[in-house]
C-alpha cells in the first residue's frame, strides 16, 4: 500500500502519495552500471526528479508541457542553434559549473560561460588583423598576453576570439553575412601577445524568437547580455581556457540590481578598463574619432 503523507501541493492543498517506492526501484534498476560516476549521475537526476515532480505535485499537463518545452528548446530555431545551452545558460546552470570549473584552479584567469555562438575552427587570422572586417562601430584595439599561472608568456597559443556586431547580433545569426566576421583564430607571438582590431561590443538580448526568449516573456525577465568579447584559448602542455572580458562601466554589469546579465555571467576580476583614445593608433591604422583599448 501506498503511504500518504501532508505535503501540501503549492496553493492546491491536496495530501500528496509519498513516492520514495517508486524512487528507490528506479535508482536500483541503475545497479549495474559499469561506470561509478554515470551511475552517480544518473540516480541522483533521477532522485531530484522525483522529489521536483512530488513536491509540486506536478500534473500530466504541466509535465507535457515540460516535454514538449524540452523538445522545442532541443530543435533548430531560425539560425543553426537548438536552444539548450541557452536554456543551461539562463537558467543558471552554466554559470554555476563554470564556478565548479574555475574553483579547481583559483590561482588562474577565471573562466567564463561558453554561450552558444562559439564555431569550431574559426578563421585564421594574422596579428593586426581588423576582425570586424569594416563593420560600423567604436573601434576597439586589443592587446593581449597569454601567461602560464606563474606569468610566464606562452607563445604560440591558439587564440579563439568572438562577439556580436554593433546591433548585437553573432555572425551566424545573419543569414546574408558572406563568411564569418567578428570571429577569429590567433596565434600568441613570442611575447605570448595577441593584437588585433575589432569593435567595442554592445549590451545586446540574448535570442528571443524560440522557447527560451517565450520563457523571459512568461516570467517578466530581461533578455540583456552584458557587453562581452569571448576567448578561447589552447597551448599544448596547458589546461584550456574558456572565457568572456566585460567592458567596465557597461550596462548590466550588476547582478544585485536586478537587471544584470541574463545568464549569470560576469565575474568582476573579468572586468577590464576599455579606455577611450584619440589620435596615432598603435599600427598606424587611420580611425576617424574614438578608438578603445
Ligand atoms: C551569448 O552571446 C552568450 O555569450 C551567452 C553566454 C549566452 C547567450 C548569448
Ligand atoms: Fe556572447
Redesign the pocket.
Known amino acids: 500500500r501506498q503511504a500518504w503523507h501532508g505535503t501540501r501541493r503549492p496553493g492546491g492543498g491536496r495530501a500528496v502519495p509519498d513516492l520514495g517506492w517508486l524512487t528507490r526501484q528506479v535508482v536500483a534498476s541503475f545497479d549495474q552500471t559499469p561506470d561509478p560516476r554515470a551511475k552517480q549521475l544518473v540516480t541522483d537526476l533521477v532522485r531530484h526528479l522525483h522529489h521536483y515532480v512530488t513536491a509540486n505535485d506536478v500534473t500530466q499537463d504541466e509535465w507535457q508541457y515540460a516535454i514538449d518545452f524540452l523538445t522545442r528548446a532541443g530543435h533548430i530555431t531560425t539560425d543553426t542553434r537548438q536552444e539548450f545551452v541557452?536554456l543551461s545558460?539562463v537558467l543558471g546552470v552554466?554559470s554555476a559549473v563554470d564556478v565548479l570549473t574555475n574553483s579547481r584552479t583559483p590561482d588562474t584567469t577565471p573562466s567564463a560561460?561558453?554561450?552558444?555562438?562559439y564555431v569550431e575552427g574559426p578563421p585564421a587570422a594574422e596579428q593586426g588583423t581588423d576582425i570586424a572586417r569594416g563593420l560600423p562601430g567604436t573601434p576597439m584595439w586589443a592587446d593581449i598576453r597569454v601567461t602560464d599561472p606563474d606569468g610566464k608568456p606562452v607563445p604560440d597559443a591558439v587564440v579563439d576570439v568572438w562577439q556580436?556586431n554593433e546591433d548585437g547580433y553573432?555572425d551566424v545569426q545573419l543569414p546574408d553575412l558572406d563568411g564569418p566576421v567578428l570571429r577569429a583564430r590567433f596565434r600568441s607571438d613570442a611575447d605570448g601577445r595577441v593584437r588585433f582590431w575589432s569593435i567595442l561590443p554592445n549590451e545586446y538580448p540574448?535570442p528571443e524568437d524560440g522557447p527560451v526568449g517565450q520563457m523571459l516573456a512568461a516570467t517578466g525577465r530581461h533578455p540583456w547580455?552584458a557587453p562581452?568579447v569571448?576567448f578561447m584559448i589552447n597551448a599544448p602542455g596547458h589546461q584550456q581556457l574558456i572565457t568572456?572580458l566585460f567592458v567596465k562601466g557597461g550596462p548590466y554589469l550588476d547582478a544585485s540590481s536586478g537587471r544584470g546579465d541574463t545568464?549569470f555571467?560576469v565575474k568582476d576580476s573579468l572586468v577590464v578598463d576599455f579606455v577611450p583614445r584619440h589620435g596615432p593608433t598603435p599600427d598606424g591604422r587611420a580611425v576617424d574619432g574614438e578608438w578603445r583599448l
Open positions: 541557452l545558460d552554466s560561460v561558453l554561450g552558444p555562438f556580436a553573432y540574448i547580455r562581452h569571448h568572456q545568464v555571467g
